[in-house]
């Protein structure tokens, strides 16, 4: 069983940054490859980034590559997500997620656990 908690959500103006954190429960973290999706009202929920047990691999959705980091540090059972030149439509309450095995993936579906989500909030 995996537990996480998102941090760093917020109100931020458009070209602006913020570094949204996850924190993971259990002694295994690192044999999880971690996600972060998105949900803005009134849509489905969409990948944003994915990173693989070791952080040698990740993956991004087309819409904040090149904007969007994440990054992980094993050591503290943290993923991170950092998020620059920021846009209105980034707007979304932002969920970190975990799936059992080392490779990431983009689909919602392959994830086991979820976090509750932290807002962000993007202002023109």
């Known amino acids: 069983q995996v537990q996480l908690v998102e941090s760093g959500g917020g109100l931020v103006q458009a070209g602006g940054s913020l570094r949204l954190s996850c924190a993971a429960s259990?002694?295994?973290?690192?044999?999880?490859?971690m996600g972060w999706f998105r949900q803005a009202p009134g849509k489905e929920r969409e990948f944003v980034a994915a990173?693989?047990?070791?952080?040698?691999?990740?993956s991004y959705a087309d819409s904040v590559k090149g904007r969007f980091t994440i990054s992980r540090d094993n050591a503290k059972n943290t993923v991170y997500l950092q998020m620059n030149s920021m846009k209105p439509e980034d707007t979304a309450v932002y969920y970190c997620?975990?799936?059992?095995?080392?490779?990431?993936?983009?689909?919602?579906?392959?994830?086991?656990?979820w976090g509750q989500g932290t807002q962000v909030t993007v202002s023109s």
């Open positions: 259990g002694r295994t973290f690192s044999s999880y490859a």
């Open positions: 990173i693989s047990w070791s952080g040698e691999w990740t």
């Open positions: 997620a975990a799936r059992s095995g080392r490779d990431g993936r983009t689909s919602s579906y392959e994830y086991d656990y």
